[in-house]
């Protein structure tokens, strides 16, 4: 039997990280050290030059600690920078003005100095869950080295997955730009997003 997928907490990652999720005994780590420059406060979109990847901005609440339960968000987090860049790169998704409000609650909500990044993450993921009609993994309750997991936590992992193609409306000049958030997917695709499980590719 396969090793079960073991993730890292993401803001709004990207399909794969769904397909993984909805596996048999697939768990998010929130008892990692966070891992910077990740897919863990990066929302990876796309604009009409090419890809795009919006950073929340963190700190540690602690200097000495790199837990992901001490990463807070920092200052210069602005829930109405990241709204303008996916109003402005995804408003013409078909299915935008149908999921937008949620995420204008969700970003309203938890992208404020102070607030916590993992509660943030973990909200950003059980939505999409939830619109994808998947169970939302189990959280880790301590610290897991990897060796009986399918180990996902290595930001390396990230760099080449792929899925599916589904239509973008940048494509035209772009081509497909895979890897890209579930928002990306959800706004293109609506509904329709929760057949990719059954298409995309590892």
């Not at 079960?4 to 990652?13: D, E, G, N, R, S």
């Not at 009609?133 to 080449?160: M, Q, V, Y």
Request: aromatic content about 10%; hydrophobic content about 40%; overall charge positive.
């Amino acid at each position: 039997m396969p090793a079960p997928p073991l993730l890292p907490a993401a803001t709004f990652p990207p399909m794969t990280w769904f397909r993984l999720a909805s596996l048999p005994n697939a768990t998010v780590c929130i008892n990692e050290n966070f891992v910077k420059q990740s897919l863990r406060n990066r929302v990876a979109l796309v604009n009409t030059q090419g890809p795009i990847e919006v950073s929340l901005p963190v700190h540690r609440r602690r200097a000495a600690s790199r837990a992901s339960r001490d990463v807070m968000f920092a200052a210069a987090v602005k829930p109405a920078l990241l709204l303008k860049v996916i109003r402005t790169n995804c408003g013409r998704a078909p299915f935008f003005d149908h999921y937008f409000p949620d995420i204008e609650d969700w970003a309203q909500r938890h992208l404020n100095q102070g607030q916590p990044w993992l509660d943030a993450a973990l909200a950003s993921t059980k939505w999409s869950c939830d619109m994808l009609g998947i169970e939302h993994p189990l959280s880790s309750t301590k610290f897991d080295d990897g060796e009986a997991w399918d180990d996902w936590r290595n930001k390396a992992r990230w760099k080449h997955v792929d899925f599916h193609r589904y239509p973008q409306v940048f494509e035209d000049r772009l081509g497909f730009v895979p890897g890209r958030s579930i928002l990306d997917v959800l706004f293109h695709l609506g509904p329709e997003a929760s057949t990719l499980h059954s298409q995309h590719g590892a």
